[in-house]
């Protein structure tokens, strides 16, 4: 198990999320570590929408910009995901877990995290020759396998 995925499990202390960003070229912020802790804690795949609504919990300072943005800082530096709205049926919504890991859309809207092992799995029955036609075909390079599976 790496980092990572602890980070998603535990309260992290102010030390071990300064090292996180630091890792990921991150300078902590009072408002990057409020957006960060919201997301970790929420594993529903929120919004920006909802993000905002927790940190102003805590702080109520930060404005909608500041979540807008860190969240995008967040992404680009991979501590987050984002799921993009055409997807996911409105906004784009956010996750903390990093890991390769196969999402599951249900009508009501809500997104789950197929388990690591099943999600494995997944990824792994799409055959490589199918890729590699695939490619071809479109005159691509695929890089990744992105499943999203839909259920009520
Ligand atoms: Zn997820």
Known sequence: MNHELDQHDQHLDGDQLRA???????????????????????????????????????????????????????????????????TSGGACRYDADIHEHVHLVLDDGRILDVPQDLSKRLIDSVPDALLAELGERLGVTCSGIKIELSGV
Do not use: K
């Not at 408002?31 to 927790?54: D, I």
């Not at 995008?72 to 501590?79: K, N, P, R, S």
């Open 20 to 86: 996180i960003f630091t890792q990921h070229g991150l300078r902590m912020t009072r408002q990057r570590e409020a957006v960060y802790r919201a997301l970790c804690t929420n594993r529903n795949h929120p919004t920006a929408e909802q993000l905002l609504a927790e940190v102003h919990q805590i702080d109520p300072e930060v404005s909608q910009a500041t979540v807008y943005n860190t969240l995008d800082t967040l992404v680009e530096c991979g501590l987050a995901n984002r799921i993009p709205a055409s």
